[in-house]
T-cell receptor
Framework: TAGITQAPTSQILAAGRSMTLRCTQDMRHNAMYWYRQDLGLGLRLIHYSNTAGTTGKGEVPDGYSVSRANTDDFPLTLASAVPSQTSVYFC?????????????FGPGTRLTVL | GQNIDQPTEMTATEGAIVQINCTYQTSGFNGLFWYQQHAGEAPTFLSYNVLDGLEEKGRFSSFLSRSKGYSYLLLKELQMKDSASYLCAVTNSNYQLIWGAGTKLIIKP
């Protein structure tokens, strides 16, 4: 099985442009997450979804939006990108949200905003 | 506030043993995870501790002391492929994972 896939692998984006990072999982996990990883910092949670149709804000949600129309997909949208959003973005999923279930990560998207 | 502390970098020799420490202060505690992350790749699950004590899994062991807010990951019989970053993460009272910045482990022959 593929597990979790993310697209694109990397992207260079002009400031002010919008972009959607895609994430798809085939494990039928209820919960999905978006993190960003920056040098010298731990992974920081942007948004999460405990089940299809619901979403919640994490530690650093400003400038990002998400939707969860079905179980498999959890896209992350940057409406108007800024250079501080340059980062590596990881999507993750777990069997259940609001639990201690192990989170499994996608391969990441490296985004550069110029 | 919530804080996870780990050493930034450690160096060890192939075949040796290394201990990576993690201390934490979080709003509530529902367990501690260790993940491995090779450069340019995704984090992968190594271990989970929720009770005090040592959990052994092959060459890797993880220890937890909840009263001290302390954990360590012990890697034995080090191999070159163990060169990676090791991430400590704590599940807080809201069941959100709070992550440390990671410890980069360099293995020398």
């Amino acid at each position: 099985t593929a597990g979790i896939t993310q697209a694109p692998t990397s992207q260079i984006l002009a400031a002010g442009r919008s972009m959607t990072l895609r994430c798809t999982q085939d494990m039928r996990h209820n919960a999905m997450y978006w993190y960003r990883q920056d040098l010298g910092l731990g992974l920081r949670l942007i948004h999460y979804s405990n089940t299809a149709g619901t979403t919640g804000k994490g530690e650093v949600p400003d400038g990002y939006s998400v939707s969860r129309a079905n179980t498999d997909d959890f896209p992350l949208t940057l409406a108007s990108a800024v250079p501080s959003q340059t980062s590596v973005y990881f999507c993750a999923s777990s069997h259940e949200g609001g639990s201690t279930d192990t989170q499994y990560f996608g391969p990441g998207t490296r985004l550069t905003v110029l | 506030g919530q804080n996870i502390d780990q050493p930034t970098e450690m160096t060890a020799t192939e075949g040796a043993i290394v201990q990576i420490n993690c201390t934490y202060q979080t709003s509530g505690f529902n367990g501690l995870f260790w993940y491995q992350q090779h450069a340019g790749e995704a984090p992968t699950f190594l271990s989970y501790n929720v009770l005090d004590g040592l959990e052994e899994k092959g060459r890797f062991s993880s220890f937890l002391s909840r009263s001290k807010g302390y954990s360590y990951l012990l890697l034995k019989e080090l191999q070159m492929k163990d060169s990676a970053s090791y991430l400590c993460a704590v599940t807080n009272s809201n069941y959100q994972l709070i992550w440390g910045a990671g410890t980069k482990l360099i293995i020398k022959p």
